[in-house]
């Protein structure tokens, strides 16, 4: 077990930068509105402090969008923070046309907590921890349905690398969503260093488990040349999705730098305009349905009238 704990910590660890590349502040150091200090002004941005069911607050990001029909829930990778991510929320907000919710797990850059030291541990300490990740989403769901209104169906839940685990945690309990999109995803901790047949007690982020409670379509994307994820967990991720949507193996991609091969946003964005049509045509059904209904109430009260 030793053996295990230190492979994993060596190859697939929790590694929050230290220290955080940015801090959170309130303009004009009184009661305005919090800021990052990595973060222009004028860049449409609402930063929250959420709390936590575990007692944590994390910071959390709101990229607001103009025409945006879908927001995106953000769950980025284990070896970084917000203030590394900015670039890349600015440049998926400009080309997918989306509202971008992102936010810093506990333990994370100006989050308070604790986060995972590595995926696999003693029993008594994993498990507080690998929760406190899913706390995090869940807080960070509720701001978006508290403070911007956003339907299920208007969303879309991203998960990176480590961030797969709250993604599908969240993914697998809420029914109508818009989509999910997996980036570099895992299948489970143990998974990650040994082709394990069945998931053991002590594995951790069981994504292949909750990957079959997820009811809305399902993009994944993986490098071909991934060295810390191997792409097969993406592809049998995939497999395991009850809505498949055609899948991205990036060739010759890694676990960091998808992002910088141009099929990458071309795919996203061909993700994003068929969630739209999709949306589109379930509200049509759904209005002809209502018609229908209503014809047919009409319909037989004229029946009955007839009748006397």
């Not at 303009?27 to 305005?32: D, K, Q, S």
């Not at 890349?88 to 308070?112: K, P, Q």
């Not at 009811?215 to 967990?233: A, K, M, Q, Y």
């Not at 209005?287 to 209904?293: K, N, P, Y």
Request: glycine letters at 8%.
């Amino acid at each position: 077990m030793g053996n295990v704990t230190s492979s994993v910590a060596a190859r697939f660890a929790f590694f929050p930068p230290e220290p955080a590349t940015y801090e959170v502040f309130r303009e004009g150091g009184g009661e305005g509105p919090l800021c990052l200090s990595r973060l222009p002004p004028g860049k449409n941005v609402e930063v929250h402090l959420v709390e936590t069911k575990a007692g944590n607050r994390v910071v959390a990001t709101f990229w607001r969008h103009p025409f945006a029909r879908f927001t995106l829930l953000y769950s980025h990778g284990n070896a970084a923070d917000l203030g590394q991510m900015l670039d890349l929320f600015h440049e998926l907000r400009s080309h997918l046309r989306v509202n971008i919710m992102s936010y810093d797990y506990s333990g994370y850059g100006a989050s308070t907590g604790k986060y995972l030291v590595f995926l696999v541990t003693c029993r008594h300490s994993q498990k507080p921890s690998e929760f406190n990740t899913y706390y995090d989403i869940e807080a960070v769901y509720d701001c978006l349905m508290k403070e911007y209104k956003i339907k299920q169906e208007d969303l879309i839940l991203y998960g990176q690398s480590v961030g797969s685990g709250p993604t599908l945690h969240l993914a697998a309990r809420l029914q109508k969503l818009g989509g999910v999109v997996l980036h570099s995803a895992i299948l489970s901790g143990i998974r990650v260093l040994y082709p394990v047949k069945v998931t053991l007690w002590f594995d951790i982020f069981k994504n292949i488990d909750k990957i079959r409670q997820v009811n809305c379509p399902v993009l994944v994307i993986h490098g071909t040349s991934d060295e810390i994820v191997d792409w097969t967990h993406g592809k049998r991720l995939w497999e395991l999705s009850k809505e498949k949507y055609d899948p991205l193996w990036i060739k010759g991609g890694g676990h960091c730098n998808l992002e910088t091969f141009p099929q990458f946003i071309k795919h996203l964005r061909k993700f994003i305009n068929a969630m739209e049509k999709l949306t589109l045509v379930k509200q049509i059904t759904q209005s002809s349905l209502s018609t229908s209904a209503v014809t047919e109430v009409k319909y037989n009260k004229c029946l009955r009238l007839g009748k006397r």
